[in-house]
């Protein structure tokens, strides 16, 4: 009898009912992210996925949004607008549920995306920095958290069928 782990990939964590985050999974994830049942990837990284995360999506049936490549030419580069309003469009739609929003290491790109949700919210700021820090560890990017404080949420399209929790 063979006895099966699951291991959330790294900075994984639960944003709402079947709405995920986290960094690039490896092989030893997948059978954690299987049990999930995910309809929709979306992925912000600049870099593009691995193979083998991109065949698990395919062998999964997983829809993939890369909005990694629209927003920059460096790794470094803050993300833009266009790719928050663009992923907040996905987040927005219950269809994709249940979804899980990536980038390489859950933390910077991922977290200024779940900060703009949380201010969508009306969380208030300390609390969505605290959620941004506890992903980002050390690595607290300034211009991320400035980012979000400034984000104009009457940009954001919220369609008429919307996540319950909004």
């Not at 699951?6 to 299987?34: A, C, T, V, W």
């Not at 954001?156 to 319950?164: D, L, T």
Request: with cysteine; proline share 7%.
């Amino acid at each position: 009898m063979s006895s099966q782990h699951f291991i959330p990939p790294m900075n994984y964590g639960m944003i709402e009912e079947d709405l995920y985050r986290s960094g690039q999974p490896n092989e030893l994830n997948f059978p954690f992210l299987e049990k999930l049942g995910l309809k929709t990837v979306v992925w912000l990284a600049s870099e593009e996925p691995n193979q083998r995360f991109l065949d698990f999506i395919d062998d999964q049936e997983i829809q993939f949004h890369n909005l990694g490549v629209i927003s920059s030419v460096s790794t470094w580069d803050p993300i833009t607008e266009e790719v928050v309003l663009e992923a907040l469009e996905h987040i927005l739609n219950p269809h994709n549920y249940p979804m899980i929003v990536m980038c390489n290491l859950g933390r910077h790109r991922t977290g200024t995306i779940v900060g703009c949700l949380r201010k969508l919210q009306k969380w208030n700021l300390t609390s969505i920095f605290e959620e941004y820090r506890r992903y980002a560890g050390p690595k607290v990017r300034v211009l991320n958290e400035q980012f979000i404080e400034l984000f104009d949420t009457d940009l954001v399209r919220v369609p008429v069928n919307r996540p319950k929790w909004l």
